[in-house]
């Protein structure tokens, strides 16, 4: 059954503990650059982090990738605070998908990480089994569907890995929104989004996305439609000086009476007052709790 919801955009250093997010990527060098920060993240955060790789794709192969990342990766196989496996846990091929079986297979991971003193567990899983003969691509969906409440509740962050140079571009929408969250596949990208009155952004607003930026703002806030009253940055992870200026200069040239939520980590706000947000009478800010 398809989830229906629009998936929520963030990148990689946004993810909470037991998101199950979907990675849809078409770059084996992007896809290694999410992997290298989901798993530091992980790491720096005193989390067990598990890479289920395709085959070919060694423990020591899959340390040299993040090694070229900056992750100390060898030393964290030799403490097994990183695990690399080359197996498809949850699905058997003459069973197909078991939930029981699933839901056993996640809670053993997650039991044996506590137990071990580790933080909490993360997880990414390469997808490419799933083309195989005999996948039943229906039961994929139900599949992935059921692991969101069951990684929300036992804190399990995951991301689901698909080469959209693989999978039909169908089942690659049905894949997308059986999945809460979706992650972008560069670490540089700038995801703007509008939903009714409230404009959401994910990703990075810097000197590489500043144009996109200013483009997609001016069209929102100084347009000829009716602006937004929301900007969510919530998920987004780094705003410089030039694009929260852009955002308040934009604020600041709405009518008088009209009125701009924006709704940020404290580390956005901080950039956004000190660029002047406090100034314009337009604007408010909603700083996030815990940022």
């Keep these: 059954m398809d989830s229906g919801a629009v998936p929520y955009t963030v990148s990689v250093d946004r993810m909470a503990s037991g998101d199950h997010a979907c990675l849809g990527f078409d770059s084996h060098r992007a896809r290694w650059a999410v992997r290298a920060a989901f798993t530091e993240a992980g790491l720096l955060q005193g989390e067990r982090v598990i ?39 949850g699905y058997d091929p003459e069973r197909g998908f078991d939930a029981e079986s699933r839901a056993a297979t996640w809670l053993d991971f997650t039991e044996n990480a506590n137990v071990m003193g580790f933080s909490g567990l993360r997880a990414v899983g390469d997808m490419s089994w799933a083309l195989e003969p005999g996948v039943d691509h229906e039961e994929l969906i139900d599949y992935e569907t059921g692991l969101t409440p069951l990684f929300a509740d036992i804190g399990f962050t995951a991301i689901c890995e698909y080469d959209r140079r693989l999978f039909p571009p169908e089942l690659m929408c049905r894949v997308g929104a059986s999945h809460p969250t979706e992650v972008l596949q560069s670490l540089d990208a700038l995801h703007i989004t509008r939903t009714g009155t409230i404009l959401h952004l994910a990703g990075n607003a810097d000197l590489a996305t500043r144009e996109q930026f200013d483009t997609e703002l001016r069209r929102s806030l100084g347009g000829p439609g009716p602006p937004p009253r929301l900007v969510d940055l919530t998920a987004l992870s780094f705003i410089d000086a030039h694009c929260a200026t852009t955002l308040i200069r934009l604020a600041a040239g709405l009518p008088a009476t009209a009125r701009l939520a924006v709704h940020c980590p404290a580390t956005h706000a901080r950039v956004l007052r000190l660029c002047g947000a406090g100034e314009v009478r337009q604007l408010t800010l909603y700083v996030e709790a815990g940022w």
């Excluded at 990738?65 to 990766?73: I, Q, S, W």
Aim: net charge neutral; proline share 10%.
């Design 51 to 89: 890479l289920f790789v395709g085959p070919g794709t060694t423990p020591g192969k899959a340390a040299a990738r993040l090694a070229d990342h900056g992750v100390p990766a060898a030393q964290a196989l030799r403490d097994e605070r990183l695990l690399v496996i080359n197996e498809t846990p």
